[in-house]
Structures are given as C-alpha cells and as structure tokens.
C-alpha cells in the first residue's frame, strides 16, 4: 500500500526555521495537506494544495513540493507551534493516505 | 462560524453498539461530503469512512478495518452525520472526529476529498 513518509521528530529553537518533510512517490502529481496537532486537541489544516494557507493561519507557516517531497516549512518557529503535524495525500487511484506524522519540538 | 461538534461517545462493553453524531453549523452541509476519523491513545490518525454529497449519489466508503460493523449515515435537514459503530472490539477505543470534506481534483483529473474543519471529537472507550 502507499506510504507517506516523515521523520519522527524535528527540534527547533525558538526564532529559527523548521522544515518537515514527507516523501512519496505520488507526489509528483497529488497535492500534499498538512496538519498541525496540538496535544489533547484536534488536528488543524496549515496548508493545502501543496502551498496554500487557509485563513487565520499564521505567515510564518508555507510549503512547497518537488518531485517526491513535500516541504512544510515553519520561520522563525513560536513555543506554540509545538506539535505533532501530518502530512495527507493520495495515491495513484484517489484513496487517501496520512503520513507518519512528526513531533515538532521548540526548545 | 464553520463549525463542527461530535457527540455520543461514552464508556461501552465488547460487542455492544453505540452511534456517535456530528453536529455541523456555519455551512451548507448537503454542500459536502463528510468524514469520521479516530486516533488511539498515543496512535497517529485513522480514516474510519465517508459519506459523499447527495448530490454525489451520498454513498459510503469504509476503512477495511470497520467494514460490516460500522455504518455512516446523514440528515441533511438537521446538518447531522452519523457514526453507528456496532460489535465493538477493544480496539476501537480512541478518539472520534468528524470533518468536512471539500472536494478537489489532481494533477491526473482525479476528483478526491480533503478535510479542512475538524470537529474537537467525542472519546469512546470499549472495555469490560
């Protein structure tokens, strides 16, 4: 079955750049979602259509996609975007798939 | 306000049934295709299933794991989707959200479902 892969875990210091990445070989022609998960809470969409943000979410969140990778990419990283985020997309025959997830750790 | 609420999550016994609804406001609901998802304790997000527009025909996927036990369902007139989980296992303790799925189409001219509103989820916990 098709997969979407993230790396478990991504630190960063307050103020600097976080980049989380997912991998998958549809991406090249399926658009890549995001997902921010605070813990205890619901998941909220960050990104869509690989580089679009949804109203009210902050600038400093964007992404971008090439090839087999999808980028989320968060600048100048706040305490309070600690969480879990999950890439979603689909496969070659439309059915969805989520990512592994990452835990964004700001310290 | 787009918003969506989750509700009749509770404590059941192994093999008993429970429905859980999804309370939308601040949209057209029969505009959309609705979806339910679960998370377990400390677990990433499961798909559960989906219920499509009427004006889609309002069928139903189901996630292999729920096929045959669960059942989506919805009233457009009360903006209310359905979750009516029967033969619960153990294994469907988790946490329950709704979400509202706009449509969009790829890169191949496939159409697909996406979700961009979360309902805060209801907890159902299935034990002895």
């Known amino acids: 079955s098709y997969e979407l892969t993230q790396p478990p875990s991504v630190s960063v210091s307050p103020g600097q750049t976080a980049r989380i990445t997912c991998s998958g070989d549809?991406?090249?022609?399926?658009?890549a979602y995001w997902y921010q998960q605070k813990s205890g809470q619901a998941p909220v969409l960050v990104i869509y259509?690989?580089?679009k943000r949804p109203s009210g979410i902050p600038e400093r969140f964007s992404g971008s996609s090439s090839g087999t990778m999808a980028t989320l990419t968060i600048s100048g990283a706040q305490v309070e975007d600690e969480a879990d985020y999950y890439c979603?997309?689909?496969?070659?025959?439309?059915?969805?798939?989520f990512g592994t997830g990452t835990k964004v750790t700001v310290l | 306000e787009v918003q969506l609420v989750e509700s009749g999550g509770g404590l059941v016994q192994p093999g008993r049934s429970l429905r859980l609804s999804c309370t939308a406001s601040?949209?057209?609901?029969?505009?959309?295709?609705m979806s339910w998802f679960r998370q377990a304790p400390g677990k990433g997000l499961e798909w559960v299933g989906f219920?499509?527009?009427?004006?889609?025909?309002?069928?139903?996927e189901y996630a292999a794991s729920v096929k045959g036990r669960f059942t989506i369902s919805r009233d457009d007139s009360k903006s209310i989707a359905y979750l009516q989980m029967n033969s619960l296992k153990t294994e469907d303790t988790a946490v329950y959200y709704c979400?509202?799925?706009?449509?969009?189409?790829?890169?191949?001219?496939?159409?697909?479902?996406?979700?961009?509103?979360w309902g805060k989820g209801t907890t159902v916990t299935v034990s002895s």
């Open positions: 979603y997309s689909t496969d070659s025959s439309g059915n969805q798939v």
């Open positions: 219920i499509r527009s009427k004006a889609y025909g309002g069928t139903t």
């Open positions: 979400t509202r799925d706009p449509q969009g189409v790829d890169g191949d001219g496939i159409y697909y479902y996406y979700m961009d509103v």
């Open positions: 549809a991406l090249p022609k399926k658009y």
């Open positions: 601040g949209f057209t609901f029969g505009d959309y295709a």
């Open positions: 259509e690989d580089s």
